[in-house]
């Protein structure tokens, strides 16, 4: 059971997918979590209604007595956030940034030498407490909040500690991969179609085959190489519709996908923060 109090500053989609999982997984009592906006306080409302979590608006918050606060609004407005913490926080604090884009040394140089940090990136299947979420600490992060912040995330799902420079390869797997799967779900009920089969039907076996897949991948030993050629019979149709994709260059597909989004992750974050930087 977690015993730190967790503050949300900002009650948007995201902030509530990781309200709910915390609150369902009773890792952390209900009363621990407060949540935070500015002024909108019929969404509050709903929030604490729905999940009874403590909710107050951001003027009235005790920053006194939260151990992480989360950074869950708009990435635009960081930097007057970011401002008013400064004074606000402690180094035994810790300020975890669920913000797209935004370095951990960016908050580090507007915050007080010695402030806490942690990144966090989940993706959107973290509404179904099935993400792949990744995490990464500032330079100045104690390891024991490291833990903490990964057992909280837990709830919505399968957490990474990696390392920062590699927070965009993550985002071009993670972050764009469910796209990728609906995707290929797009041309399995299209070409299923074409064939005489019905969308739901289709829908129903393409999404149990690529579930059943991942699960397989997660609970065995071999590599993906190897779970591959265990089902890929010679000359069967696993092996004419493997070579199908080869001819077509779905392999070299892939690997393109990733690492064009690998790479517009790595220009929109520079984007992002020059634009932040350029503004004051």
């Known amino acids: 059971m977690i015993k730190q109090t967790i503050a949300f500053l900002g009650a948007g989609s995201m902030a509530e997918a990781m309200i709910s999982g915390m609150v369902e997984s009773g890792n952390i009592p209900a009363e621990k979590i407060i949540v935070t906006n500015r002024s909108n306080q019929e969404r509050l409302n709903k929030i604490n209604e729905k999940y009874g979590v ?12 939260v151990d992480q606060l989360i ?3 708009k990435p635009k407005d960081i930097d007057g956030v970011l401002a008013e913490l400064k004074d606000q926080l402690t180094p035994n604090q810790v300020l975890v940034s669920v913000l797209a884009g935004i370095s951990t040394s960016y908050m580090e140089d507007r915050l007080n030498d010695g402030q806490q940090v942690i990144r966090v990136m989940p993706n959107t299947s973290s509404m179904l407490r099935e993400s792949a979420t990744a995490i990464t600490p500032g330079r100045y992060t104690d390891m024991d909040n490291v833990r903490v912040a990964k057992e909280l995330l837990q709830s919505i799902g399968e957490v990474f500690v990696i390392e920062e420079d590699k927070m965009d390869v993550f985002t071009g797997i993670a972050g764009s991969g469910p796209a990728y799967f609906y995707y290929l779900m797009e041309h399995i009920e299209e070409t299923g179609r074409a064939e005489g089969m019905d969308r739901e039907t289709l829908r129903e076996i393409g999404a149990q085959t690529l579930l059943g897949a991942a699960k397989m991948m997660l609970e065995r030993e071999e590599s993906p190489t190897e ?4 089902v890929t019979s010679p000359n069967g149709t696993t092996a004419a519709g493997l070579h199908a994709l080869d001819e077509a260059g779905g392999g070299y597909a892939i690997s393109e996908a990733i690492k064009g989004a690998a790479s517009r992750s790595k220009e929109l974050s520079k ?3 020059g634009l932040l930087v350029g503004s004051k």
Request: charged fraction near 40%.
């Open 54 to 65: 403590r909710t107050v608006l951001k003027d009235d918050l005790n920053f006194a007595e």
């Open 71 to 73: 950074l869950a609004m």
């Open 227 to 230: 779970l591959r050629e265990n």
């Open 271 to 273: 984007e992002l923060e």
